[in-house]
């Protein structure tokens, strides 16, 4: 069989670094572009983060593209406190690549094109605001037909947020975004909601083995990962993930999924989608439970995860 062909769709920060990464050290992956977004830092800093990950990983042959910079209604939120101002710690590399190195197709007629050249293969993975996402299938409705999987890193179960009251941060950045993708496309999504992710948390004990690794992969981990150490560990980053203490890369969760399926051991399909109007809830994931809605397309939600499969990915990304 040949190897799975992937799209992804990030706003690079710590997290999504880590997500590229587990990618790219998947021998059944062919990564065949990264298209950036707005979301945890400037649309600038995104790209330039994309960059830096491709070029420790010796990858710079795969394509990047700038996208949307600010969301569909012109909001602009950031995740600084996390990530740091610049996405990926605050800890500037001099030899970094330029943005001149950035592909000058945009990022959203790349994803058009790059999935219509290859009709039912792609699988996309939008690990941040799905901004570009919505306006691929706002500028060609037949864009979710051609794609094979959506996956998501993104929205929450239970109402419970992480930037707002009940807003999970990359629903939350472009709630119309959201809404758009979970009420349009039609090919088969699946969604690693915050509550997935925070249940599954890894040990400081396993974090702390994986950044110290004998490798430059693990010595610019090790760097780029001391600031959102330092955040979740904090009284507030323990508020957010509901005083369960421990490493969550986010985004490899979704990433894991596309890789091998088998790392989800428990789904609940459901018709899902996004509160725009609530004063305190909007960009909240509505589970349609009752199908009141009747929506033809149901998303997978990850429940479960295989945590000794999901370590070994991780594990991966930095040898």
């Known amino acids: 069989m040949g190897k799975k062909l992937l799209l992804m769709d990030v706003d690079c920060g710590v997290d999504d670094a ?31 983060n994309v960059l830096r990950v491709l070029k420790v990983c ?52 790349a994803m058009i094109r790059i999935v219509a050249e290859h009709p039912g293969q792609v699988s996309l993975v939008a690990i941040g605001p799905l901004t570009n996402v919505a306006l691929a299938v706002e500028m060609d409705p037949t864009f979710p037909s051609k794609l094979k999987h959506l996956y998501i ?17 990359n629903f939350r950045t472009d709630p119309e975004a959201a809404y758009i993708v979970l009420n349009q496309f039609t090919c088969p999504t699946y969604i690693s909601t915050w509550e997935y992710c925070i249940r599954h948390p890894l040990s400081w004990e396993f974090f702390k083995d994986w950044v110290n690794q004998d490798s430059a992969k693990a010595q610019f981990m090790k760097r780029i990962t001391a600031h959102s150490e330092t955040f979740a560990k904090s009284e507030r980053g323990l508020r957010e993930q509901y005083q ?29 989608s996004v509160e725009l109007r609530g004063s305190l809830t909007r960009g909240m994931m509505v589970l349609d439970t009752l199908d009141l809605l009747k929506k033809e397309s149901r998303a997978f939600l990850m429940k479960k995860c295989n945590i000794e499969k999901f370590q070994q990915l991780m594990v991966s990304i930095l040898k």
């Open 18 to 48: 880590q997500a590229i990464m587990m990618a790219l050290a998947a021998p059944n992956v062919q990564l065949l572009g990264i298209t950036c977004c707005h979301g945890n830092t400037s649309i600038d800093n995104v790209c330039k």
């Open 58 to 109: 010796h990858r710079m042959e795969i394509p990047v593209f700038r996208g949307a910079c600010l969301s569909l209604l012109g909001d602009n939120l950031h995740a600084s406190v996390y990530h740091g101002k610049d996405g990926l710690g605050d800890v500037p590399d001099p030899s970094a690549p330029g943005l001149e190195q950035v592909q000058t197709e945009h990022a959203v007629n």
């Open 153 to 169: 890193m993104g929205g929450n179960m239970q109402g419970r947020g992480n930037v707002s009251v009940c807003g999970e941060f």
């Open 244 to 272: 369960t203490p421990g490493f969550v890369p986010c985004d490899s969760y979704a990433v894991a999924a596309m890789i091998d399926e088998s790392v989800v051991t428990e789904w609940e399909e459901c018709g899902v």
